[in-house]
């Protein structure tokens, strides 16, 4: 996972009431390293990075009440992909009942295509979903993941949870093959309403390493491409920020 700090820069008023606050002293609880894309630089698979395969559902829920009791105000749920574990909905009902203030899960988003997995969700106490989405088209984003379908199941599912009235943000892996296609991605999250855009700097990690040569593209080469889908986002109300693989820092794009 991507370690997220604070942030610089652009700070536009967001016109919109989708739009999701900051996030307030996060923790992440990373419960399963199981997935059903297979992304060509999906670091969960380092072995020096991840967790055994999963966590089973007393000790998730033993971390949920922990950070509870911590006071914690805002907590992550990822993985993997946990939304295709059956114990989700009591992972979230205990964040909620325990006093935890905003609850996230971040996922890839294809189960949020089924609606009534959504309202499950939500009224297990889901407060924010980020959704994974490595490009504006099928053939860049399935190219990417490795998985048939699964572009159409994280737009619908993008599209899903903001009508269930969750605050929505999309997570963005920079490569070679979808770079020069951001600005094409800010029609699409415009009309889901996704509040925050976070652009991640390829790390070396896990399936990164293996395909680096393939997938990484320097810097200065995306960072014109990367500012101009910022100012088409802001817009839109849309916030942009870049998680820079160096110092894993996360900054708003200026």
Not at 167 to 184: G, I, P
Not at 195 to 216: I, K, S
Not at 239 to 251: H, I, M, P, T, Y
């Amino acid at each position: 996972m991507l370690a997220l700090s604070a942030a610089h820069g652009l700070r536009r008023r967001r016109r919109h009431c989708y739009c999701d606050r900051p996030l307030k002293t996060p923790a992440t609880i990373a419960a399963d390293t199981r997935c059903n894309n297979a992304c060509r630089f999906c670091e969960v698979v380092d072995p020096t990075t991840a967790t055994p395969p999963y966590l089973d559902d007393d000790a998730v829920l033993a971390l949920v009440a922990e950070q509870a009791e911590a006071g914690r105000q805002t907590l992550i749920f990822t993985g993997g992909e946990l939304t295709l574990r059956k114990p989700l909905l009591g992972w979230l009902e205990a964040a909620k009942s325990g006093g935890i203030d905003t609850v996230v899960l971040r996922t890839n988003g294809r189960m949020l295509a089924y609606k009534a997995f959504v309202e499950q969700i939500r009224t297990a106490g889901v407060d924010r979903v980020e959704v994974a989405l490595h490009g504006p088209t099928p053939e860049v984003h399935e190219w990417l993941t490795r998985a048939e379908g699964s572009f159409s199941q994280a737009l619908k599912g993008l599209r899903n949870v903001a009508r269930a009235g969750c605050a929505t943000a999309v997570n963005t892996v920079l490569t070679r093959s979808n770079y020069r296609h951001l600005s094409q991605f800010v029609p699409l999250l415009a009309r889901a309403r996704v509040g925050t855009w976070v652009l991640h700097e390829l790390r070396p990690l896990g399936d990164g390493v293996a395909n680096r040569a393939q997938l990484q593209a320097p810097w200065p080469m995306m960072q014109v491409y990367v500012r101009r889908a910022a100012k088409l986002a802001a817009r839109h109300g849309i916030g942009v920020q870049l998680v820079r693989a160096a110092s894993a820092q996360q900054d708003d794009v200026r």
